[in-house]
C-alpha cells in the first residue's frame, strides 16, 4: 500500500502541536497537546492519544510514512532530547526511541530551526534557495542555517543556539542561560517586553502600555502598541531591530547567505521594525557584501514550518526504526 501522509510534530515549550502533511505539503489534519507533564511517560501517552486519533482519521497507520519531531534542544544524530531545563523529565531523553516503540513508526528528532528551515526550503519563502539563514525570534531565539541545500548541523548538532551569541550590549543584561547580553534577551518576545519596561521607567513619555501593570505587560500588548502609532512602544522594536541588524551583517561572513529568513511572532512584528532591522543591516555591512544579501519574511507560521519540516523528516530518514 501506498503510504501518503507524514506526522510532523512540534515540541514547544508549552504548546506541541501535532500534523498529518499529505504528500504535497498540506497540513490537512492538525491536534495539539499541553506540553507540561511530570513524566516523559505521560507526556508521551497524550501525544500517542491524540495521534491514533488523526491516523485513524487518515485510514490507519499503513498510510502513514513517518513521523519527525523538533524540539529546541533535539539531537538529530541520537534522537535525544538534551537539556530541555524547561521540562521537568529534563535530561538525555532518547524521546525518538520512545515514540518509535509507542507508535510502531519510524521516527527522526531534530531541533526547531532546523526544522523550519526545512520546510521554508521545501514549501515557502525559501524555495530554490540552497544557501540562507533562518532566525527564528519567538520565546526563543533559534538559528537554522542550509548552505549547499544542507542544514548545518555541527559536529554536535548544536549548531543553531545562536540566540546565545553575546551581542555586546552595555546594558548588562541577564539571559535565561546565566550569561549576559546574548541575543535572545533582546530580541524574543520576552526581551522586547524587557526593553518596553526600561522604556517606560527611563522616559516619561506618555504611552498607552502605562495603562498595563508592568507584570502584566506582554509581547502582544506592545506590537498592538505599536500599530496604533505608540513612540514608546515604537521604540521597543527600533532599538530590538537595531541589535538585530547588526547582528545579521556579522553574520553574513559565516556563510555568505543569499537571504536571511525572520520568522515567529516576534518577526512577523510590523514594518517600523523590518525597516529598523534593514537600516541597522545596511550602516554596519562589510561594503563587499552590499546589495547581496535580503532580508525576508516568513508568511508561514511558525509551527506550521516546523510541523513541514519534520514531517519531511519523516519522509527521507529512518534514524530509529520501529
Ligand atoms: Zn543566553
Not at 538534551?82 to 515514540?99: C, D, K, M, R, V
Request: with cysteine.
Amino acid at each position: 500500500m501506498t503510504k501518503t501522509y507524514a506526522i510532523g510534530i512540534d515540541m514547544g515549550n508549552s504548546i506541541t502541536s501535532i500534523g498529518i502533511v499529505d504528500t504535497q505539503g498540506n497540513i490537512i489534519n492538525k491536534s495539539s497537546v499541553n506540553s507540561s507533564h511530570q513524566h516523559i511517560s505521560e507526556y508521551i501517552d497524550s501525544i500517542y492519544n491524540h495521534l491514533s486519533i488523526l491516523i485513524e482519521q487518515q485510514g490507519g497507520i499503513d498510510n502513514i510514512k513517518g513521523v519527525g519531531i523538533s524540539s529546541p534542544d533535539g539531537n538529530y544524530f541520537t534522537g535525544c532530547v538534551e537539556f530541555a531545563p524547561e521540562h521537568s523529565w529534563s535530561g538525555n531523553t532518547p524521546i525518538a526511541q520512545i515514540l518509535a516503540d509507542k507508535l510502531q513508526l519510524p521516527v527522526t528528532l531534530t531541533n526547531g530551526a532546523n526544522a523550519a528551515a526545512m520546510g521554508e526550503m521545501e514549501y515557502g519563502i525559501a524555495q530554490g534557495m540552497k544557501d540562507f539563514i533562518l532566525i527564528s525570534l519567538d520565546d526563543e531565539v533559534c538559528r537554522g542555517a542550509v548552505a549547499n541545500g544542507e542544514i548545518i548541523y555541527g559536529h554536535n548538532i548544536f549548531s543553531g543556539k545562536s540566540g546565545h551569541i553575546n551581542v555586546h550590549n552595555d546594558r548588562g543584561r541577564v539571559c535565561k542561560c546565566g550569561r549576559k547580553d546574548c541575543l535572545e534577551a533582546y530580541c524574543s518576545a520576552d526581551g522586547i517586553i524587557t526593553t518596553a519596561l526600561e522604556l517606560l521607567t527611563s522616559s516619561k513619555e506618555t504611552s498607552t502600555l502605562r495603562n498595563i501593570p508592568q507584570n502584566e505587560l506582554t509581547f502582544e500588548n506592545i506590537y498592538e502598541a505599536s500599530i496604533q502609532g505608540d513612540s514608546l512602544a515604537k521604540e521597543a522594536f527600533r532599538f530590538t531591530g537595531d541589535i538585530l541588524g547588526q547582528l545579521l551583517s556579522d553574520l553574513i561572513a559565516y556563510s555568505s547567505p543569499k537571504a536571511f529568513i525572520l520568522s515567529g511572532k516576534v518577526a512577523k512584528s510590523n514594518e517600523h521594525f523590518i525597516q529598523a532591522i534593514e537600516k541597522s543591516f545596511k550602516d554596519n555591512l562589510l561594503q563587499i557584501y552590499a546589495g547581496k544579501t535580503k532580508i525576508l519574511t516568513s508568511d508561514i507560521e511558525n509551527s506550521e514550518a516546523i510541523i513541514l519540516g519534520t514531517s519531511l523528516l519523516a519522509c527521507n530518514s529512518k534514524l530509529v526504526d520501529a
